[in-house]
Each structure stands twice: as C-alpha cells, then as structure tokens.
C-alpha cells in the first residue's frame, strides 16, 4: 500500500502564488510517473502536470508557463509550484502516482479569491 500526502493548499489572492507539495510511502517513487490532478465543483477530475521518472513534464494547457512540476526521488516527493494563480484554478488538488496502478492522495483544497 502506498500513502500520498499532499500539503501546501489555501487562500490565495488572484496573482498570487502557491506551492503544492506530496510526500509518497514508497521507496521506489524514482521509478514511477507522478503527477497532480484537480477537481473543481461539479466538474470532471483533469490532469493539471505530470512528470515521468526521467523527468518528461506535461501540463494542461490552462497552466503552462504558470504552474511547474519537479520531483526529488531522494524525498519521494513531488512538487507544484503555482504562479499568477487564477480564481479558475479553484479546485481540490490531488497527487497521483502511477505504480502498476493508480494511487491517489487525499486531496488539498485551494481557493484564489479576492
């Protein structure tokens, strides 16, 4: 069993920034493709940046050149760093950890409002 625990989430002003952070139980993290996903109110979950175990980023389209991922595999930890946040960026953010299966965080809540 792998536990992901995410931290890093808030209240932001518009403009602002915030950095998302996810710490993994496994000690093997290095191997996998992590990444992080978000859910906003009524709306499907969607993928908001991946990076691969050579470190191959991708990022929806809506967050590029705000938001970047980067990884230490000597923590097991993955990293969102958010910039220029937009009340559009509201949503619960997830980590992910693609092990031979999908592994989920519990999600941190962040919000950018004025």
């Known amino acids: 069993q792998v536990q992901l625990v995410e931290s890093g989430g808030g209240l932001v002003q518009p403009g602002g920034s915030l950095r998302l952070s996810c710490a993994a139980s496994r000690t093997d993290f290095g191997k996998y493709t992590t990444g992080w996903y978000r859910q906003a109110p009524g709306k499907r979950r969607e993928l908001v940046a991946t990076?691969?175990?050579?470190?191959?980023?991708n990022y929806l389209d809506s967050v590029k050149g705000r938001f970047t991922i980067s990884r230490d595999n000597t923590k097991n930890s993955v990293v969102l760093q958010m910039n220029s946040l937009k009340p559009e960026d509201t949503a619960v953010y997830y980590c992910?950890?693609?092990?031979?299966?999908?592994?989920w965080g519990q999600g941190t809540q962040v919000t950018v409002s004025s």
């Open positions: 990076i691969t175990s050579g470190g191959s980023t």
């Open positions: 992910y950890l693609m092990a031979f299966r999908e592994y």
